[in-house]
């Protein structure tokens, strides 16, 4: 395994140990640097102050009345014993204000406005730009007597000092901050070394030990963890050692038992094979099974609707005869009236034979894949309960484009909605609905596929028993009248054989059949 140089604990540490040590020096280094301007700029305040009360003081009288002379010769010795004063002001409340400096003197009409600034009762100092001057550390000191006011002393004191002491104290700290940055990069790399070289030492002994090798020892003897860690490494190295032996033990023991394992289990996988095969044979012969006796529940449910359809055309048929005897009893009995009624039982007898055709197309075997219209085989196959949905007022709609086809086994879709409509058709007859409707909706999706749903207006399946519905043999319909095997039938083929999907729901009129047919 690599350390990555980045992620190692060697730069880690030195990093942190650099840093901690840093930020300390810079901190106290950037602390000492307001306390000594503070410092010096009370230096220069007290210098400043004492300097103006002496001015003050000597030349009281002198500005009391305005004695020009006396205060420009005080002022002028004043200014060559401190060449540090680059001029002082004298600026009365009331008359003319004199400008003092190392080389002459001059009466001043107006101030600078900086100046007037610091104008106050109380003792004001800024270092701040002056005409002539670059930079001057200018104070203003008021000028009483008596608790009035007379106007104020003006003192610009030089800041080359200043400067020169905040320069030479940020030099120091620079001094010192490149010392401590030698010092982090000396003693931080020796810290930083004495600490990951162990953990370097040990991780690289247990790469080879990951890598098979366990005649590796660690040799490093300390009185710290890092001493603690190599003898806890070495004893894992031991353990290991041992856990090794007895492992190869183990696995001769467990090669053994796996061949013998080996031998049983081939054995049984032959019985195995021999029990899935009966098993499949089973399933198939149960399916099988399912499928016949839902083509027999299907035919007998046709035998009913054909009597249905025949109820109808035998009464005329039976009419017919009737009056064909009725009018061989009354000796009526001519050319003409035979000719109408043996057409009238032609007719009879045609659509009867139709019926008959219609069931049998129904039932006939149909294996093949094709492709049929949805709208003809619905219609179709409503067509073979019309009449006992007529017998029943259950008026029954569809909704399906003429020109809507799908590819599949035609003969088991038609079984599928025949299931369907016979579910629908017997629970609006037990439950007596009012105005009882099937509605058939056949709609294109938006990918391709198509959409059936066979809805009535029975109330809708009972929440208790929704998920129960496609279980084989589970009916709800009295005994003799339902096998419990048309909704398992219909939804093995429309999922199985057609690769689509039937789900049910119910809505506020009553139950929802959807087939979906992928295209």
Same mark, same amino acid.
């Given at each position: 395994m690599t350390i990555k140089r980045n992620n190692s604990i060697f730069i880690r540490v030195f990093l942190i140990f650099g840093s901690l040590v840093l930020g300390i020096t810079l901190f106290f280094a950037f602390m000492v640097v307001p306390m000594q301007k503070n410092a010096f700029n009370q230096i220069m305040y007290t210098q400043a102050e004492t300097v103006s009360r002496s001015i003050v003081q000597a030349s009281s009288d002198a500005i009391i009345s305005k004695d020009y002379g006396f205060i420009v010769e005080h002022n002028v010795q004043v200014l060559k014993n401190n060449t540090s004063i680059h001029y002082i002001l004298i600026s009365p409340k009331f008359g003319d204000k004199i400008w003092i400096n190392q080389k002459n003197w001059h009466l001043v009409d107006k101030l600078n406005p900086d100046i007037t600034k610091l104008e106050s009762n109380d003792i004001a100092y800024k270092i701040m730009h002056v005409e002539g001057y670059t930079q001057v550390y200018h104070f203003a000191y008021p000028i009483q007597f008596s608790g009035i006011l007379w106007g104020w002393l003006h003192i610009g004191f030089s800041t080359d000092q200043y400067n020169k002491y905040i320069n030479d104290m940020y030099l120091k700290i620079i001094y010192i901050i490149g010392i401590s940055l030698f010092l982090i990069i000396f003693i931080g790399y020796l810290f930083a070394r004495w600490i990951s070289r162990p953990v370097s030492i040990i991780s690289h002994l247990a790469t080879k030990v990951a890598g098979g090798d366990l005649t590796v020892r660690s040799t490093i003897e300390r009185g710290d963890e890092i001493g603690v860690l190599?003898?806890?490494?070495?004893?894992?190295?031991?353990?290991?050692?041992?856990?090794?032996? @007895?492992?190869?033990?183990?696995?001769?023991? !467990?090669?053994?038992?796996?061949?013998?394992? +080996?031998?049983?289990?081939?054995?049984?996988?032959?019985? !195995?094979?021999?029990?899935?095969?009966?098993?499949?044979?089973?399933?198939?012969?149960?399916?099988?099974?399912?499928? @016949?006796?839902?083509?027999?529940?299907?035919?007998?449910?046709?035998?009913?609707?054909?009597? @249905?359809?025949?109820?109808?055309?035998?009464?005329?048929?039976?009419?017919?005869?009737?009056?064909?005897?009725?009018?061989?009893?009354?000796?009526?009995?001519?050319?003409?009236?035979?000719?109408?009624?043996?057409?009238?039982?032609?007719?009879?007898?045609?659509?009867?034979?139709? +019926?008959?055709?219609?069931f049998r197309n129904f039932f006939k075997p149909n294996k093949h894949i094709e492709n049929f219209n949805i709208n003809e085989t619905i219609k179709s196959t409503a067509e073979l309960l019309d009449a006992q949905l007529k017998n029943n007022n259950i008026n029954i709609i569809i909704n399906c484009n003429e020109n809507l086809y799908i590819k599949g086994f035609q003969g088991e879709f038609s079984q599928v909605i025949l299931n369907l409509l016979n579910n629908a058709k017997d629970i609006l007859i037990e439950r007596n609905s009012k105005n009882p409707t099937i509605t058939l909706d056949v709609t294109k999706n938006v990918n391709s596929s198509i959409s059936i749903t066979v809805k009535d207006n029975a109330g809708g399946i009972p929440d208790e028993i929704i998920n129960k519905i496609y279980d084989p043999y589970f009916t709800t319909k009295e005994e003799g009248k339902g096998t419990g095997i048309g909704l398992y039938m219909s939804k093995i083929i429309v999922e199985?054989?057609?690769?689509?999907? !039937?789900?049910?729901?119910?809505?506020?009129?009553?139950?929802?059949?959807v087939i979906i047919l992928n295209n």
């Open positions: 190599s003898d806890s490494f070495n004893q894992m190295v031991d353990s290991l050692m041992q856990s090794k032996k @007895h492992l190869e033990n183990y696995n001769q023991e !467990l090669e053994l038992q796996v061949l013998n394992r +080996t031998q049983e289990l081939a054995e049984l996988n032959k019985d !195995l094979d021999n029990k899935i095969k009966d098993e499949v044979a089973q399933r198939q012969k149960q399916e099988a099974l399912l499928i @016949h006796q839902s083509r027999l529940a299907a035919m007998g449910e046709m035998i009913g609707a054909i009597a @249905h359809q025949w109820r109808q055309p035998l009464n005329a048929l039976g009419l017919v005869q009737q009056n064909l005897q009725f009018r061989y009893q009354v000796g009526k009995l001519d050319d003409e009236f035979m000719t109408q009624n043996m057409e009238k039982s032609e007719r009879l007898i045609q659509k009867m034979s139709s +019926t008959i055709d219609d199985n054989n057609m690769f689509g999907k !039937l789900y049910a729901f119910n809505d506020n009129e009553g139950a929802n059949f």
